[in-house]
């Protein structure tokens, strides 16, 4: 049982999706990175905040059977990798549609879900998951 | 109740989940008739949340579309309230996670509120207080509810899920709220008691001195102070706990089926409880024209009514679009499931874990 | 042409050049009697016997373990094995890097003998899994993935190789079939093992037929939980003489690195930890994949074996699935890859999985792997990844005389 600060730290990244942009090659990052992986200590006190957009693509997904003890009553639930429109990539559930219509490099956008709670009377954990573009 | 200062809405936007189950889906578990049970209640389908969805996960999807609409940042919003009668915590407010989702925290007022299905509209009228006041410039209020009927409870065929934002302002309003009145008494006609899963209600008591009654004088007293008619306006929208309620109390009223039309949207999703009348009223505001008048009534059990005059405005062209879904969008995209499934998304199935 | 003579000196620096002198584990499986420090005595016990060292004579005890503290409520498990072991005045030390932890916890291993630092080492690798039920235990191997950025939002362990899966399918038209035939041919490996955790064939209807784990993973692509231990003996080749057993010597490690989560890798069909660690250790033994007779890798799922296959150099790039259909890695044909079954039938005690490689990599050398022996068997490789494929680590041995 994790406490609720390692939780209620994230808020921004579960709930806006804000990320990092580095100050110096700008490519972006989510979670936000300290230093940035390609340029290093160039990077270092350079990191910018970034919100995503939210809009993206798949880039690969799975259906899964067997889930983690939060998502059992979401089984069969779709998991996917997803690429955003500002070339970060991210993972999270795919929901409100079925797996057969699923296909690599369609259209995602974000929305916030329920992800699990601590407990029936713990703190319920919500954050971003994806939706098709109708 | 007339503001000192203009104030109407520039924005606005309605989630409704897209699982349905049909009254005879419903009927046939509990061995009564259910086609002609929802016939009786005109209900044709109701909507369901997935299992990954609840009032804040509702109302945070109608929150930033409606913040996209009204092309407002989240930090210009001052004050957010979020009436249900589902709020997932008791304790613990939905307003600021829908807050923190829209990028509207730290500098702003928040509070929850519950009137049965009227915590919406209430939500509406403490916005335009505030705004007109001038301790705000833009105040967002949502209704929104993930009600559940107690499982054969004749509540059941009808409780739904569902709930619209609207963002309360003074300037670049895409809506004029010209006037709103309020008729409150201590009816109690449907409760639900701390604790308790499921509410209850005092059947057939639920209508006459309860939703008819309250209806009926709230709109009344909107009629005598602003000497309005229903012919003055263009489109009408009443609180749809069934489809036969609304449609009885708008010819009670003088209103006609083509007024109430595009705001009934019980009949495709059910009750969404204090989302009703906020989605009924998004729904009617998709269609409306600049300078289309619409009259809407709101009624919360326990027991009141919130009555609103609402002229469109021309900003209604600009901001229509803007990216975000029309509710007829939201609604059309329909799956239906079984009561198995219905069962299992609403935690009626005891895993022996919850 | 002698070992020695091949090592590139640029790679190896001054070290001196280590033997594995002495093998050792346990069954595999569910071995519901058996404690994590009764499997960890009974490994090293063997090996130290195997190798016929002294208690004495070890200086230094590494073992190789990836969540004893959630899985038996244990942390600083290496000195209460040693304890157990009759060794309470021997310093030891755990070795924790995912699934590779066996692997890592070898190379440390290797490097303070390679040193010159110590003489004579024990490595061990030690799970026990089936002290929590199932879903803990998995929930548990997920941590080994990113948990605030996959596991959290819903991404099983399974899920995260399952869109890789996915992924290679997409680009290389890899098929079910042959993901399937990974499970088929390791389980075929796997009844010639006695140690084994599956020890008969499974037919490829039922490998397809069984129930989705993850999509398109079925139960038989994915390797079980398993209770097991392993250990191996060190020392200096130059001191190996004075040991029961012909040397087998570590002629090549290599470490591989990666981002930890999955989604942050821009080649999903390929884990670049992998490719880099196989290059590593095979350009220190200055050797090529061609040269190797056999290999063991980590298939705790059948697309892991896959991508090992092509990442490690023994087919190109999108081969890996039409080669295991083609029988190219079955035993006595191009490269057995998985003699021991693997993962997916030996079984998956996850931080014991890089030592009961290497045990069978010696059993191989050795000429003393039984019904499963690849004939003549000079040099294999063995490839073990932690987490997701965040880090890799990759050995190649070699008979020394």
């Known amino acids: 049982m994790m406490t609720i600060p390692r939780f209620w730290r994230e808020i921004r990244q579960r709930y806006k999706g804000v990320g990092v942009e580095c100050g110096n090659c700008e490519r972006v990052y989510f979670p936000p990175r300290e230093v940035c992986p390609h340029c290093r200590r160039e990077s270092i006190g350079k990191m910018k905040e970034r919100e995503l957009s939210g809009k993206g693509r798949l880039v690969t997904f799975t259906e899964i059977h067997e889930p983690m003890p939060d998502f059992k009553m979401m089984v069969p639930y779709i998991m996917a990798i997803v690429e955003m429109d500002e070339d970060v990539r991210m993972t999270g559930q795919l929901v409100d549609i079925d797996y057969d219509e699923v296909e690599q490099g369609m259209e995602v956008d974000v929305t916030i879900r329920r992800l699990g709670e601590e407990s029936p009377s713990g703190i319920i954990y919500y954050g971003y998951k994806f939706v098709p573009v109708r | 109740m007339k503001t000192n200062k203009k104030v109407g809405i520039k924005g606005y936007a309605g989630y409704v989940p897209r699982y349905r189950i049909t009254p005879k889906e419903i009927g046939e578990v509990w061995g009564k008739d259910g086609e002609r049970m929802g016939k009786g209640l005109n209900i044709i389908s109701k909507s369901i949340p997935s299992p990954d969805e609840d009032v804040i996960s509702i109302s945070i999807q109608a929150a930033k579309w409606a913040v996209m609409r009204s092309e407002i940042l989240g930090e210009d919003i001052g004050a957010i309230y979020v009436g249900s009668e589902s709020h997932p915590y008791a304790v613990k407010p939905t307003a600021t996670i829908v807050a923190a989702a829209v990028g509207a925290t730290p500098y702003l007022t928040a509070a929850d509120y519950e009137f049965a299905c009227k915590a919406g509209t209430a939500a509406i009228q403490t916005c335009m207080g505030l705004v007109a006041s001038g301790m705000i410039n833009n105040g967002m209020a949502i209704g929104a509810d993930t009600s559940q009927g107690a499982p054969g409870d004749a509540l059941e065929y009808s409780a739904s899920a569902g709930g619209a934002a609207f963002i309360i302002g003074s300037d670049d309003l895409l809506a004029e709220i010209n006037y709103t009145t309020s008729f409150t008494t201590d009816t109690p006609d449907f409760w639900r008691r701390e604790g308790k899963k499921y509410p209850s209600h005092g059947g057939r008591f639920t209508g006459q001195p309860a939703y008819f009654k309250h209806i009926a004088g709230c709109t009344q007293v909107l009629f005598e102070e602003t000497g309005a008619e229903p012919d003055d306006f263009d489109y009408a929208v009443f609180h749809q706990p069934n489809g036969k309620f609304p449609i009885k109390i708008a010819k009670k009223l003088g209103f006609t089926m083509e007024q109430i039309g595009p705001g009934l949207l019980v009949p495709r999703i059910g009750n969404t409880y204090s989302g009703a009348v906020p989605l009924g009223l998004a729904a009617t505001l998709d269609v409306a024209e600049p300078g289309d008048r619409i009259m809407v009534t709101a009624y919360g059990s326990g027991a009141g009514s919130d009555s609103f005059d609402i002229t469109v405005t021309d900003g209604i062209l600009d901001k229509r679009e803007n990216g975000v879904p029309s509710i007829e969008q939201v609604i059309s995209d329909e799956v239906f499931i079984s009561y198995a499934k219905y069962a299992k998304f609403r935690e009626k199935i005891d895993t022996g874990e919850w | 042409m002698q070992n020695s003579e091949k090592r590139s000196t640029q790679e190896s620096g001054n070290l001196r050049e280590v033997a594995i002198i002495g093998i050792g584990e346990t069954r595999i499986g569910e071995l519901w009697d058996q404690s994590l420090r009764e499997l960890g005595i009974n490994a090293g016990l063997s090996a130290i016997k195997d190798a016929g060292v002294k208690g004495e004579e070890i200086e230094k005890i590494y073992i190789g373990n990836m969540s004893a503290g959630r899985l038996i409520n244990q942390e600083h498990i290496a000195p209460m094995i040693a304890d157990y072991a009759g060794l309470d005045d021997i310093p030891a030390v755990r070795i924790e890097s995912g699934g590779a932890s066996g692997g890592m916890a070898l190379t440390e291993g290797y490097l303070s003998v390679a040193s010159g630092l110590h003489d004579v080492v024990v490595v061990g690798g030690a799970e026990k899994m089936t002290d929590v039920g199932d879903e803990e235990a998995k929930k548990i191997l997920s941590s080994t993935a990113d948990w605030e950025w996959e596991s959290v939002f819903g991404a099983t362990f399974d899920s995260l190789y399952a869109m890789m899966a996915r992924y290679h399918m997409f680009t290389h038209g890899t098929t079910k079939e042959q993901l399937a035939a990974v499970s088929v041919k390791n389980h075929a490996h796997g009844a ?130 039409p080669a295991t259909e083609r029988g190219d890695t079955s035993l006595h044909n191009k490269i057995p890859i998985n003699t021991s079954g693997g993962l997916k039938a030996k079984g998956q005690p996850v931080g014991a999985v890089g030592i009961n490689q290497a045990v069978e990599a010696v059993l191989q050398l050795r000429g003393e792997a039984g019904d499963r022996q690849v004939e003549d068997a000079e040099y294999g490789l063995i490839h073990n990844i932690g987490g997701t494929g965040a880090s890799a680590v990759v050995h190649v041995l070699g008979r020394w005389r």
Do not use: W
């Open chain 3, 192 to 321: 010639l093992n006695p140690n084994a955790q599956f020890q008969r064939e499974v037919p490829l209807k039922i490998v397809m037929g069984s129930p989705i784990v993850s999509d398109p993973l079925t139960m038989f692509d994915c390797a079980p939980l398993s209770d097991g231990a392993a250990a191996v003996v060190l020392c200096p080749v130059d001191m190996a003489d004075s040991f029961n057993k012909d040397p087998v010597a570590i002629l090549g490690t290599g470490m591989g690195a990666d981002h930890m989560a999955v989604h942050d890798r821009r080649e999903l069909d390929a884990m670049k930890a992998t490719r880099s660690a196989g290059d590593k250790a095979l350009s220190m033994a200055g050797l090529k994949p061609e040269d190797m007779d056999f290999a063991e890798v980590h298939d705790n799922y059948t697309i892991s074996e896959i991508m090992a296959i092509e990442d490690l150099g023994f087919f190109p790039k999108g081969d890996g699935g």
